[in-house]
Every structure is written in C-alpha cells, then in structure tokens.
C-alpha cells in the first residue's frame, strides 16, 4: 500500500527527470583570446570546423578561419568593438549561409541577408551556404545567346554572352559604375534577373545606385546587397559569395541571372586586412597567397547550364579599379586571367567626352563572338578591325603627313563611327535601334555630314526605321540575319530620313 503511494508520487517526478535528460547536450565553448580590428582569436574550440560560424555574445557571429593546433582566427561579421578579451564563443555547427528566393527582388540587404530597406522582413523559406562548388564541367553548356548590354560599343565590338565573364576595368571615376548600371537597366522589361553586389563603397554612391534603379524601374527584378566601406572587413569580404548564392537560386531553376561586383579591388583589400591580422604570410603587394583563389573560386560559380539541369545561366561583371592605368598590377592581372574578357575604361578617352569611355583597342570578349545576334555580324562584321585600324591611322596622321585619298576617307568614315559609337548614360537602346545606326555609318550614309551633325542624324535614323520598318526591327530582335531586302529597304528608309533632316 505504502509503495503504491510513493510510486504515485515519484511518478510524475521520474518522468519529468527522464525529459530533462533527454535534452541535455553537450556544447563546445571556447574563450576570446585576443581581439584585432575585424578579427579575434579564439581557444578551445577543438573541435572547430574551417569556415564554421561561432557566436559571441550579444548575437555577435564570427566565421572560423585559422585553424591552428590551439587556437583559431576567427573573422568576425559585425562590429568587434563589442568583443572582449575573455568573452565566451560558442560553436554552432552550421557554416554561413544567406536566405535564398523571390522575396529578395526588389530588395537591399547586406551579406547576410538582413534588410537595410525598411521595407520589413524578407519572408523566405530557403537558405543556403554562401560558399558552394561551381557547377562541374560536365553540367556546363557553351555561351550561346546574348546578354544586350544596350550599349552599342559593347553589343556591337565586344559583345557579351549569357554566362560569360567580363571584367570592367579603369581608373578611379572613368564610367565602371555606369557601364554595369546600363546593363542592369537594359534588362528590366526582358527575362534577365540581376544582382548589383556594392563592396566596400562609399554609402553615397550605393545609394545613388539604388535610386537610379528605383527611378527607372529596374529595382523590381534587381536584388542589391551591398557591404560599404564603413562596415567590418569581414561582411565585406563574404559579400560577393553571399550576392552570388543569391544569385545561383535563381540560375538554378533555369533563370538568366546577371551579377555585378562593384568591386573586387576593395574586396581583395578587405581580404588582405583580414590576412594580414590574422598574421597570413604576405606576398606581391602583401595580398596573402590565396588571392588569386579567393576570386577564382568566386568567378567560376558564373556559368550557362545544361538544359538537363535546367539550361539558366550567371553572367558576371566584375569591376576593377586600376591606378594610373596600370593593368599589370596584381589584382587586375589574376583577374583578367580568370575572366573572359575585359573592357578597358580609359581616362583619356573620359576626358574627351568620348562617352562610354571603351578603349577598343585593349577591351575584348573571348567567347562573345559566337553569342552576337546576326544581324550585327552582317552589318558591323569587321568594325572591330577597321576600327582599330582609324584609331592608328589617326595618330599617324597628326604628325602632319600628307595622306592619300584612301587614307583620308578612312579616317573620315573612322571619325564618324566614333560619333555614332558615344552614348550618354542611362539611354540604352535596342538591338534593332543599334543596328539601325551602325548600319547607316558603316555603308557611308554620315560621310556627307560632319562629326557634329551625326548625333542629331542618327537619331532621325533610329526613329525612321523603328517608325516605318517595324517588322525588320522584330526580325533582328528575333536573331534573324539581315538579309538582302531588309538591308535596303533599311538603307533607303536611312538615306531618306538623314536626307529630310539636312533640308
Ligand atoms: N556614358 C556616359 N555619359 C555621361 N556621363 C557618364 C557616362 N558614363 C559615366 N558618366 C559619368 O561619369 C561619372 C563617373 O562614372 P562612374 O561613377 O560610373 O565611374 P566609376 O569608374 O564607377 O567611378 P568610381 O571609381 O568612383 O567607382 C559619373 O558622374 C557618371 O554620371
Ligand atoms: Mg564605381
């Protein structure tokens, strides 16, 4: 009887301890060492895996990354100034990853994904490491189809694919930003998604590109994830890892999806601090020796797919700034080699005014010429070439040599092309609205005008054609050549409206 009752009443008690013990885990906790600008070592986290995220108090998260024998360098992902010597660092078992889906359109974020909008809680469901392994070779498809960048002298010379990689490169302030923001504002009434990942900026300019797009209505298909200037060299340095598995979701379920970094000559600083606190042997301009992987790795995640595995594509453009146009310095050098291509923003030509400021002589696509639409090649075939040529022949021809009558012409119908080739920014225009143009100068039409009456010309050709010739102009949208009659009738309908506009 009595053990009947003590059963009853020990009951619930043995099983309350029963649940209890259930929960009980065991946890690795180390402790702060030694706190740096952006980094912080830790002890006794035996069990640490590289690149592991570990949580310091306040919410504060670091990511493992020395792994020494009794100690790790950890980069921290928030403001170290909240870290002290002694603190306790737990591990979370869990590498970084970043939400991932359709709730990021149309937003700014930073690397880890939390808004810097004010517009709410990003609502996603998914997310994913920031670091993950390129698409193996055998998953890849070639570049096939083009990305319109809308500017004609890079649509038109140094044309861009879907899934390819160009760099843009030049001097601090030379058109960069502009160049990669045309591209994003190109795509907004066609199927390409884009990614603007700002690293290590000044706020002012991030926020100039997220008006810009927010005015001309590109914000909507457009994720921005910026890590400025100001925020720890840790953010800025996972950022472009983070921007691209924001990227790859898409590219994943067969989207076209283009990403921009702005830049990676701030992200390989932001790398080097990091390197170089956490006391990495420094080599060539004391960039740690992984710096060439670090990009590598980063780049090679752009691709086309298969269409087994769903046939999307990541195009990049990375920015990088050079100094005093120095091309062979170390980060432009690695970059260009894992690139497959550049343009080349030179400074002289800015100065000028000889806007966008493409050096065509030193800007290239490697695989590009493949994925150019037709029509192009049928009407600015070998542009490149006679191009480069004028470009010679016009320095030559300022040392005040008499020319012959072949070389002159030439160099006028050289001066013209220049003129057609400039555009102002914001102002992209359409495959068929290009073609309209290079059409007109490279069959000589502007030959009768001077330089400065072009501009105004080609405008009246442009709106000609689109006015009186619509169903041409969906044909070279379409990717069809142009052939024979629509190469007339585009000829006439040019020659009439140039002819209209010189009365
Ligand atoms: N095609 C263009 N037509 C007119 N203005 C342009 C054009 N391209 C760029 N600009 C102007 O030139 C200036 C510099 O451009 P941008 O900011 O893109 O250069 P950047 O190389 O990205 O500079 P930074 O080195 O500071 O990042 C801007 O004021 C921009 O408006
Ligand atoms: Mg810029």
Redesign the pocket.
Known sequence: MLHDMLDDLFAPLSQALENRLTTLTVQETGTVTHVGQGIAYVSGLPGVQAEELVRFPDGLFGMAYNLDADEIGVILLGDSTAVMAGAEVRRTERVVDVPVGHALLGRVVDATGQPLDHKGRVRTVERRPIERPAPAIMDRAPVTVPLQTGLKVVDALIPIGRGQRELIL?D???????IA?DTILNQRDGDVLCVYCAIG?RSA?VAKVIADLHAYGALDTCIVVVASGEDPPGLQFITPYAATTMAEYFMEQGRDVLIVYD?LTRHARAYRELSLLLRRPPGREAYPGDIFYIHSRLLERSTHLRPEHGGGSLTALP?V?TQVQNLSAYIPTNLISIADGQLY?SPELFQKGL??AVDVGKSVSRVGGKTQLPAYRSVAGDLRLSYAQFEELETFSRFGTRLDERTRQTIERGRRVREVLK???YATLSAADQIASLHAVVEGLFDVLTPDEVSVAEQAVRRAVSERLPDICTRIEAGEPLEGAGHDALLRVAREAIEMRVE
């Not at 601090?172 to 502009?178: E, M, N, P, S």
């Open positions: 030049g601090r302030q030379t058109g960069k930003t502009a923001l900026q300019a830049d920015i700034e923003l806007l966008p555009q102002p920014q």
